[in-house]
């Protein structure tokens, strides 16, 4: 006790938080049930796949017959339902990963329409922006937005009237971004793609599944999609995986894709690993359960400021799609202190304090705190917020369940919450 009561986390705070973790026990034993399928179906592709010790091996140069790199493209492929998978250490980002997926698909004249309201604030840029130059618009691609309903739903009569000749991408972001929504689940998913394609077969769905990855049994190529990216410092590159991002999908658009990223020509066959291999598998390996325990740990935050009064989402009994948990304050000097207290119980750069600033990409000042081995990695303990009202702070990751737990406490105790 004596430990915990030098970091300010009181004997109440203790009792608060444990009484938070009682009431979650059934749903964290579901969370465990989804965790075990996921673990199963990772552990079979790499048998599948026989991953070996030698697919470790580092690349240099242009990379060309890469072993490891096309085994980590054919378990990513399988692992996400998809026929074909881009996994590239090449990629700086999640962002990256999308746009190039916008950029190898939609040609000049087609049009975009993304059906999840205003996709993430940096896609959102690269999409169309004053700010920036060779952006989608730029190169005469167009834009159409349906908004979701008043209950954070696809707009599925909206989205079917807004498809015409000209539309050749449906854009859906499946987790919450800086929205006041909840995710979209994989079965909602699932539905709105079946609806989309009585309109227009032929139409190419894509998912921005950032955050998205095993928090279901199913991902959401298997859900209809044509095409996903996502970012491997986020949940499925388990908190090992250096850098990078993925797409994934049909094999045709996949190749599309390479040839954007790489060069039209060259596509899948090239990019050197730079050593990377061994941290994508092993990272990929524990995703599962890196993925369980910062669900956990959004779930412990959002029942102990639910209870105290905050709302929050998704809800509790809100079925989840991501790793976020929103909390919604009242000013910004709350933002600030939550985002402190994150910062303060991080292994690495405890010592700093977050402040907002002008990140590139973003179109407002964003603070964020992360105190983490790799640079930005949200899928290691993260809280942000735009800082513009409403004032919701985006919580996300912990690599485990304890380190989430104790940062409930500190933040409980840091603002003072619990008497
Ligand atoms: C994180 C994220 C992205 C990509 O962001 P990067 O920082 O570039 O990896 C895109 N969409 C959503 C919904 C995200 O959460």
């Known amino acids: 006790m004596e430990l915990f009561t030098s970091y300010g986390i009181s004997k109440n705070i203790i009792d608060f938080v444990q009484n938070s973790e009682d009431a979650l026990y059934n749903k964290f034993k579901e969370l465990d049930e989804v965790l075990l399928y996921n673990q199963l179906k990772v552990l079979s592709s790499f048998k599948q796949n026989k991953v070996s010790e030698r697919h470790f091996m580092q690349t240099t140069g242009y990379g060309y017959n890469d072993e490891g790199r096309e085994i980590i493209d054919k378990v990513y492929a399988e692992v996400l339902g998809s026929d074909a998978a881009m996994v590239r250490s090449q990629f700086f980002s999640g962002t990256h990963a999308i746009v190039t997926a916008l950029f190898g698909v939609l040609r000049p004249g087609d049009t975009l329409l993304s059906v999840t309201n205003e996709p993430y604030a940096t896609v959102k840029t690269a999409i169309s922006s004053d700010k920036a130059s060779g952006t989608l618009s730029e190169f005469e691609i167009k834009y159409k937005q349906v908004n979701l ?8 009569e909206a989205v079917k009237n807004a498809i015409d000749s000209s539309v050749k991408m449906i854009y859906i972001q499946r987790s919450t971004g800086y929205d ?8 909602e998913i699932k539905n709105a793609i079946s609806e989309i394609r009585k309109v227009k077969n032929d139409i190419v769905i894509f998912v921005d599944n950032c955050y998205g990855e095993f928090i279901e049994k199913l991902e959401p190529s298997q859900a209809g999609a044509d095409l996903v990216a996502g970012s491997l410092i ?13 797409i994934a999908g049909r ?3 996949v190749i ?15 990019g050197a690993n730079f050593g990377q291999n061994r941290n994508i598998l092993q990272g990929l390996f524990l995703a599962p359960k890196i993925t369980n325990q910062a669900l956990k740990n ?15 989402y998704p809800d509790i009994d809100d079925k989840r799609s991501d790793i976020i948990q929103a909390v919604c304050f009242d000013t910004k000097k709350q933002v600030e202190f939550f985002c402190k207290a994150v910062q303060e119980v991080s292994p690495i750069d405890s010592h700093v304090t ?19 081995f790799i640079a930005g990695s ?9 800082l513009t009202e409403p004032y919701t702070v985006y919580f996300q990751g912990g690599l485990t369940y304890e380190h989430g737990k104790l940062a409930v406490m500190n933040i409980l105790g840091k603002m003072d919450l619990v008497k």
């Open 256 to 270: 599309m894709c390479s040839q954007r990223l790489n060069t039209p020509g060259v596509g899948l066959d090239s």
């Open 251 to 253: 094999a045709d658009l």
């Open 378 to 386: 949200s899928i290691e303990m993260s809280a942000d917020s735009p």
């Open 354 to 372: 977050p402040y907002a600033w002008d990140m590139p990409g973003y179109d407002t000042d964003v603070i964020m705190a992360a105190g983490c």
């Open 234 to 246: 986020k949940n499925i590159g388990g908190g090992i995986a250096q850098s990078g991002g993925y």
């Open 149 to 156: 309903t008043s209950d954070g739903e696809i707009d599925i």
């Open 298 to 312: 959004a779930m412990l935050m959002g029942h102990c400021f639910k209870r105290l009064g905050y709302k929050i």
């Open 180 to 187: 006041n929504r909840k995710a979209i689940g994989i079965t």
